[in-house]
């Protein structure tokens, strides 16, 4: 992809469809693009203290030249800020500013703000129109996609939230420049994860690629940016609501959600943890004897080159099961689970407590904690 081109990527949801626009330069052009989609009036921008300096200026100054009238609403940074507390600042503001039905929010950040903004205009007067403007990896080739909105509970990830659709995913790749490295190397845990779950020959350009894409080579960036976007569009207009094939997008995030639960959104940023997920259901799933040991050699290499986390880090298997039981995902108190069989086909299976506790406990150098049950039962033979 030449950094001249504009690339439209359909998400087709009948009377909900939207386009996602990739394009450099793009964000100098919202108001043009919000105004050609019949948008007019207030407009709420939704960002955080380092994007709103580093991008505000040039967002306001685009939508004030089409005739809005814009309003700046600032959360802090972080995940911890994905709460009820920041959706009741924004609904504030709007109340505040006097928004109506046909006003319009934007979400200029990365995935916290994205969510947040959507599920706040998911309930904001039932319901107004928004706009994702995401500037992370992680929002461009994920979160922005798909009209999952919502916020975090103390006692898992995503559990307070809605399905609403974005009118536009506006993406403008140069963003990706000012990310700190940190952020930049977390993000390519959900590129990889598309060729698991979807396209081989992706998976495998990634392999050839990865130290390239690695140093933000901004062409290969670009390419992966539309790739990951395709994938998702199609899962996404096949299953609007994850009431099946939608959860292929789920692979690593069973694991990957509980170590961030268990690092209290600390530790460890999304990315991260998922490229642990990434990994480790990869190995649990050929315990489990659904994909050779090549399919996760291949995913612990490229998480290794991505320069991403993949071993399992220190937890007991009580913590990191019950963590996994208070997932979003888990059906009738079961875990539920997505498992390569091989790169670029994965399949959802329920997960037993005893299976992966005895996939657990063969970690390699693990110095598991003895279970609950098993102290009991040491207790009753005493």
Known sequence: MSLGDVRRVTVSLADRSYDILIKPGSLGEIGAHLAALG????????????????????????LKSSGFDPVTIVIPEGERSKSLSSVTTILDALIKARFERQSLLVALGGGVIGDLTGFAASIHLRGIPFVQVPTTLVAQVDSSVG????VNHPLGKNLIG???QPRLVLIDPETLRTLPPREWTAGLAEVIKYGVIADESFCAELERSMDRLVKLDMELASWAIVR???IK??????DERESGLRRVLNYGHTIGHALESLGRYRKWIHGEAIAMGLVQEADLSRHLGLCSPDVVDRQRELVRRAGLPGAMP???????WKAMLHDKKTVHGQVH??????????????????????????LPSRKASPSLRQVRASRGRA
């Open 228 to 230: 990951s976007c395709e």
């Open 314 to 320: 220190p937890c007991t298997f009580t913590n990191f």
């Open 233 to 238: 569009a199609d899962v996404v207009g096949k």
């Open 147 to 150: 009209g999952k909105t919502g």
């Open 162 to 164: 809605t399905f609403y």
């Open 337 to 362: 689970c997505v498992f390569p069989e091989r790169i670029g086909r994965v399949v959802i299976r329920p997960l037993e407590r005893e299976a992966c506790e005895q996939w657990f406990r063969s």
């Open 39 to 62: 948008f007019c009036g207030k407009v709420g921008i939704v960002t955080n203290p380092v994007i709103g300096r580093l991008y505000s200026k040039t967002i306001l100054h685009s």
